[in-house]
């Protein structure tokens, strides 16, 4: 408890200053020369952060300005779904939206995708397997790849400029059948079975319109294992997260996540770019490192968090101090020097680890990151972001690209509408 009040007490000191310290230089913007943004990274020190627990068995309204499941706390299960397209004809697939619409809003209810007829004769509307369990926290969140603007439906002009194919990184070894499809859905829950539900019960009504391309699940440490809510740890036994902007602040978030109307496609606006990398852990080859040699990877200490050279999980990252040897405290090629650009480019993170047993050909765990980040314009947030991190990254001895994705998640939809209703 004692630990968390300092943590708390840290936290607040570095708004402060770093508040102060924005006053001194005038404003920084996400972008350099983006002028004054305010609320930028400024973290409220009495809102939950993004890896806060939801309440656990809560319901989370499916309609709304921003579609759920962006700026949420973090639930503790996602199961997530690339489909393709089969039908060609955009009525069709306005139809699947309008039926994804209405049974979304009653699983983020609690309830099965359908009413039943109680006909014996006939399967059930839903498969049944929640029948019985809190809604728990449950978010359905729907985007669309670029693959959904050839030529198929007619929308090739209604592409945004925003969303571009992801450019080939350096390292990348992706693996077609993990990447990419024409609609992607973003199931979050505080059960795994219940986002399975979910996932499983919208694949069956997509039937004869679109078949999924991939499918991925994933965890975090469940809410019950850490009732305090400190931030969650990946395969590699960091914590992750520490450093994720105050999306919770509605400034902050419309810098960093929410597309507007004037960047070029008003059908987008409060939507996000969701950019999916499945990234695999060379977990066997880590967990053989020395504690010294894991701690200059990220930049941080293993057991608090906090930047190498100081104490707090949450105090700031000194890149200029030297150790005796006139070395950076920070190694300048470790993950959190190099991702953090400068502090002009940010992105709002939100993966889970996956486990899918073990590589059949190595006998090694098939483990990692389901990374999954949201961003207002991935062309100047991710996309440089990722270039650097490719080429200079000390992580990158211990992981590989195997699977990418990039979307765009519609805009929140009215009662009464369907996803997708600006853009079909
Ligand atoms: C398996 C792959 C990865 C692992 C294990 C990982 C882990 C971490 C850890 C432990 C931190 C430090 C704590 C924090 O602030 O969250 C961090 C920071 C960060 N990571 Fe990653 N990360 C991975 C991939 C990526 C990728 C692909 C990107 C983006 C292209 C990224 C972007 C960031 C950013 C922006 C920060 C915050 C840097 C700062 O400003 O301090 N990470 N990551």
Known sequence: MKQEANDRADKSAISRRELLKMGAVGGLGLFLGAGVMKGFDIVDNNKPAASMLTNANGIIPFYGRHQAGIVTPMQDFVCMGAFDLTVTDIAEVRKLFQDWTAASARLAKGEGVGEESNNALVPPVDTGETIGLQPMSTTITFGVGPSFFDDRFGLASKRPSKLVDIPAFKRDELVEEWSHGDIIVQVCANDQQVAFHA????????????????????????????????????????????????????????????????????????????????????????????????????????????????????????????????????????????????????????????????????????AGLLFICFNRDPLQQFIPMQTKLAELDRLNEYIEHVGSGIYACLPGVKEGGYIGDTLL
């Open 199 to 366: 996932l499983r019960n919208l694949a069956r009504i997509a039937r004869g319109k679109a078949v999924l391309r991939w499918l991925q699940q994933g965890f975090q440490r469940a809410g019950a294992a850490d009732p305090k809510g400190a931030t969650p740890r990946n395969l590699l036994g960091f914590k992750d997260g520490t450093n994720n902007p105050n999306v919770a602040d509605e400034e902050t978030a419309k810098q960093i996540v929410w597309a507007q109307a004037e960047d070029g496609a008003p059908w987008m606006d409060q939507g996000s770019y969701m950019v999916v990398r499945r990234i695999r852990m060379r977990i066997e080859v880590w967990d053989r490192t020395a504690l010294g040699e894991q701690e200059a990877t990220f930049g941080r200490y293993r057991d608090s968090g906090a930047p190498l050279g100081a104490t707090g999980e949450f105090d700031p990252a000194d890149y200029t101090k030297l150790d005796k040897n006139g070395k950076p405290v920070i190694p300048a090629d470790s993950h959190m020097a190099i991702a953090s650009m400068g502090g002009k480019v940010k992105i709002h993170r939100r993966g889970y680890s996956y486990s899918n047993g073990i590589d059949l050909k190595t006998g090694q765990l098939d």
